[in-house]
């Protein structure tokens, strides 16, 4: 167990810092504050953060810290945390760890006992999930998908039967293919799709993934965040479908047959034991 106050104490800490992902005025007082006190600035892009805190006129030390750094740059940081020096930790966008680097730095500081704020703001998948019309009481987060086809279409095999609302992050110039692979594996379902959020050309793009195959990919410029509905209709998976999805899984080498039979248990609805003693038959 680890428990560790945000505020009261005096040591040093790592704020987790969220910024816009597009209008400023989404960078909160209480974020310019924060960095404002803080001794250094690490982030994903020291330029791209630079011109940001420039537009709110602060000026700190900046550490670079990305997705090849990261190891590196999270050792710098927790030695200057631990010497006394207040951290701030940004991304190009939203919140560090979520689709970005950051995570990493985060672990790091909490196994050395730091005290980790979070200084919340903007993040892309929310507000396309809450305007989306679809369910938002459960729903599950993916991120981007693999670039690779035959990798996405492995990853949305594995999805194809979530109860609950799934969303992704993707790119302009996959969006097209993206929606082909999943109304191929997953049928016809309601989706929306979420652009430039917060920007001068927000637009919210609601209907189903068949409406979607006929959409012109150049109307579809921007940062965008996909949102489907869940398998509402889902009958009883068949034990084929079943060991197929168990064999694709048990490719993952970090995951226990314990672990899996637990996952597969709560999404179809099964018990945990008798997934269990389906993967040990498999794996013999
Ligand atoms: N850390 C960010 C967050 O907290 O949401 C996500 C960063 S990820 C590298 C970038 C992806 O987030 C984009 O490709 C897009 O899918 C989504 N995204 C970022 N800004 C967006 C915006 N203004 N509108 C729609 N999607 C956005």
């Given amino acids: 167990m680890n428990r560790i106050y945000s505020f009261q104490h005096n040591s040093a800490s790592l704020f987790v810092v969220a910024t816009p992902i597009g209008n400023l005025k989404e960078f909160s007082p209480r974020a310019i504050e924060t ?3 803080c001794d ?15 537009e709110f006129n602060i000026a700190k030390p900046m550490i670079s810290c990305h997705e090849h750094n990261e190891n590196e740059a999270s050792e ?17 966008a939203g919140y560090p760890g ?3 680097p950051g995570a990493k730095v985060i672990k790091k500081a909490i196994e050395n006992n730091i005290p980790v704020s979070i200084i919340n703001g903007s993040c892309a998948f929310l507000p396309a999930l809450i305007a989306s019309n679809l369910e938002t009481n459960h729903f599950y987060f993916h991120g981007f998908l693999k670039a690779k086809a035959s990798e ?19 790119a302009p110039h996959r969006i097209k293919d993206t929606l082909k692979d999943i109304y191929k594996i997953f049928g016809n379902r309601k989706a929306t799709i979420a652009r430039e959020i917060s920007k001068l050309y927000e637009e919210y793009i609601r209907g189903d993934l068949k409406e979607f195959q006929d959409l012109d990919e150049s109307s579809l410029k921007g940062e ?3 949102v489907l509905e869940g398998n509402t209709k889902q009958e009883k998976i068949s034990e084929n479908d079943l060991i197929s ?8 080498k970090n995951i226990s047959k314990k672990e899996l039979s637990k996952e597969l248990a709560d999404i179809y609805d099964l018990k945990k034991n008798d997934i ?3 993967i040990i038959k498999i794996k013999d």
């Avoid at 250094?40 to 420039?54: I, K, M, P, Q, W």
């Fill in 245 to 252: 999805i168990i064999k694709t899984r048990l490719q993952d």
């Fill in 98 to 100: 979520i689709s970005d």
């Fill in 35 to 37: 960095i404002t006190k």
């Fill in 224 to 226: 965008m965040v996909l």
């Fill in 40 to 54: 250094y600035v690490a982030s994903e892009d020291t330029r791209t953060t630079g011109n940001l805190l420039h």
């Fill in 76 to 92: 710098k940081i927790i030695s200057l945390i631990l010497n006394g020096k207040n951290v701030a930790l940004t991304s190009d």
């Fill in 152 to 170: 996405r279409i492995k990853e949305l095999e594995k999805l194809k039967n979530y109860p609950m609302t799934l969303i992704f992050y993707e």
């Fill in 276 to 278: 269990y003693q389906l």
